[in-house]
């Protein structure tokens, strides 16, 4: 029995030694490790069972369910299956009496086995010799307690001379090879651990090691390449050599203390490197303590920061910084506008809002460099000649602001300061300027406002101010006006009508009324459509109501063309009455439309969707129109008069009556304006001129209609020097279709009559 025991003991301690190393061999390779520690540990209980005691025929006694045990603890559910399958198939091979119950105790070894794995992994119990114990002695008790029920009466009372020596030495070493398995895996936890932590030490961030009394003990190699400082050089010394003199006694007061109550410390600090030169790092210290709970070393990593916060600073620059001058931004200047807001001072603030005169001028003629090297003389006389306290801002484009900080408490006197500042600025800009070699002169226009309310928005503060600048502008370059609430009023009321008339164009509320043309026996020859505005709530508008507006907000051209098209349908449905046989009708075409892309197709669309004779329609255009482009239009013009579409010039004499294009232009009619027949007939000049004009058409072959007749006296005078067409309210004032085609019917009936 003792050899027996002696022979398991040795058994064990030799496959302990071969499963140690499978660990190490295997632990990088997890499947293969599974595989070969189920064969291990089944040879384990193989070879135990190759050594047995035999306490009856067929009835063996050895440490297998010890091992298959700590096949299920350590190996999981595949390796123990895989050593408790090689272990039941050799002792069904060796066969006896008691073959199943020694399968049967080396599946409940393994069962208990994997139990408690899956407790220590639950946190139920710990791999500790204590928490084995008790499992491990029931292992081997129920396998006693299986071979007493195998063997006789008379064997069994040979029990205790082998149960207690299997029990001391089984249970024991069993403990042991639970105990050295788990040895070797922490180890190799440990090896990957400083293998880990090797690498990260070498990591990119720089690492420095010091004892309890800060000595630095290591280094890595990115702490070289940050601080400029070698190994050598700085172990044994302390890290008050890296300092930069720009942190107080209280910053290292407050970093000490966090680090000791704590045990950790992180932010940005200022150190020096080698070379002398400053730099920002982020840094982070922690505290080691040992087992008696006292700090045993300090470990600090380290990052350069420096690049991150220059680019920090240039992205700050750039986001509250003009890139050409180097001034404030918008942004910048609403956020000193709202400081000034929520201060408690008494002082009066303002600001100028400037804009150049002249300096797109510069910029089309002299290029963007030129233009931003005056911008940025523009920024260096302003910051000169104000205080300190000040802040000159660019807006973009050729926008500044300034802003003025105390300013007298009393509103009359701030607004004195506010205005004698503006006039000097006014005068420093108007100074020529100097760019290789050139003189440049470039004014401004100023708009002022105070800063009294303070319930306004910088923006709203800074919108007072442009539309003062605004109003400088329309009475003359290089003047200064103060806001005033009407000017806000007037914009709110121009912004209004603006979306009021894109309201009236989605709606088709813009429609033609038409003022007959008649000759000098008052036939009715053709009429001129007009626009009109049949406002919801306002009724008829003549153009005069909105035309402005129109105007500045581009959408003229959308109100021409539904005019445009609104004309073409009418003039089809009369064209299909006999009394309009020879009816023509007019239509003004804007400044910018006869330029547009796509003119002549949009044109002629509407043509052939209203299903108008082109030859009935006569497109009125200004003299002042053919000044922008007159080669384009004369090519327009021609192509459209290939279609049978008439032209004429409307307000003849008042622009740029030239004899040139009158000879390249395919017109057939000259419009005499309204100006020159107003003041008839007391006004000799104006019949002078249109007595030229009138020539002038004759030698051209041209048509001539006068517009504005609005007395006998004046038509008669027309038609004494060959005028002999009209368009006035003598004759007819703007109507509906209805009205005129009526008026139409009514002539044609009476001159049948007569």
Known sequence: MLISVIQQAIILLAMSWVLTLNVRKG?????????????????????????????????????????????????????????TLLAGAFRFWVGGDGAPSGVFNMILALTLGLGFRHGISRGWWQLRPLHLLPVVVLIYATGLIWLAMLITPAERVMMPDFSWPYLLVGVPLTLGLAQILKDAEQRQYN???????????????????TDAQNRILRVNRAFTDITGYSAEEVIGKTPALFSSGQHDAAFYRQMWHSIREQDHWQGE???????????????????VRNEQGKISHYVASMSDITQRKEDAERINHLAFYDGVTGLPNRRQLNECIRQYQISESNAGAGLVFIDLDNFKHINDLWGLQTGDELLTQVAQRLQQSLREQDMVARLGGDEFVVLLTGLPADRTRAAARLEHTSQRLLALLEKPYTHEGRVLRCGASMGLVLLENRELSP??????????MYEAKKSGKGKLRFFDPHMQEAVAQRLRLEEDIVRGLEAEEFQPYFQPQFDYRGNMIGAEALARWHHPERGILAPGAFIEVASAAGLMNRIDRMILACACRQ??????LSVFRDFSLSVNIGATRLYQPGFIEDVLGIFEQTG?????????????????????AIERMHILKQHGVRFAIDDFGTGYSSLLYLQKLPLDQLKIDQSFVSVLPDDGNSLNIIKAIVAMARSLKLEVIAEGVETDAQRQLLHQHGCQLYQGYLLARPEPASSVEAMFEHGAQAASLH
């Open 459 to 468: 923006a709203e503060l800074v919108q007072q101010a442009e539309l003062a």
């Open 612 to 632: 108008v004779d082109p030859a009935c329609i006569k497109l009125e255009i200004t003299e002042s129109m053919l000044l922008n482009d007159i080669s384009t």
């Open 27 to 83: 632990w990088y390779h997890p499947r293969l490790l599974v595989v070969a520690s189920g064969f291990w540990f089944g040879l384990a209980a193989i070879v135990c069972m190759l050594f047995p005691f035999t306490v009856a025929p067929g009835v063996l006694l050895d440490m297998r369910d010890g091992v298959l045990f700590v096949a299920g603890l350590f190996g999981g559910p595949v390796a123990g299956a895989l050593a």
């Open 571 to 576: 003039m089809a449905a009369w064209a299909r």
């Open 191 to 209: 090896e990957t651990d400083l293998r880990i932590a090797a690498v990260a030490f070498e990591g990119f961030d720089g690492i420095l090691v």
């Open 269 to 287: 600090i200022c150190n020096r490197r080698k070379s002398g030169q400053l730099y920002h790092q982020w840094m982070s210290i922690s505290a």
